[in-house]
Nanobody
């Protein structure tokens, strides 16, 4: 069993900052990509930022220059530093990881339970 647990959401004023963290635990062989997605009310879940095990990073255009994703492969953690937050960043943020279990060659996608980020104007 693999679990992803997020922390760090909350309420912040526009222009403020928040840091989200996610740790993967359980029976893990290796983790390929890790990332953050978000889903606002009435909208589809969208990729915010992703990072591979080798450190390749991609961001949604809407967060480039404001958000920074980082990863600690030894600790199976991924973080998202969010600066200059805007009301339109309000959403539930989900951690995602592609995990290979020991003895398997396949990667499976796992999700955290989500953490609410609310940006007030």
């Amino acid at each position: 069993q693999v679990q992803l647990v997020e922390s760090g959401g909350g309420l912040v004023q526009a222009g403020g900052s928040l840091r989200l963290s996610c740790v993967a635990s359980g029976v893990i062989g290796s983790i390929n990509s890790m990332g953050w997605y978000r889903q606002a009310p009435g909208k589809q879940r969208e990729l915010v930022a992703g990072i591979t095990s080798s450190g390749s990073i991609n961001y949604a255009d809407s967060v480039k220059g404001r958000f920074t994703i980082s990863r600690d492969n030894a600790k199976n953690t991924v973080s998202l530093e969010m600066n200059s937050l805007k009301p339109e960043d309000t959403a539930v943020y989900y951690c995602n990881a592609d995990v290979r279990r020991p003895g398997s060659i396949r990667y499976y996608s796992y999700w955290g339970q989500g953490t609410q980020v609310t940006v007030s104007s």
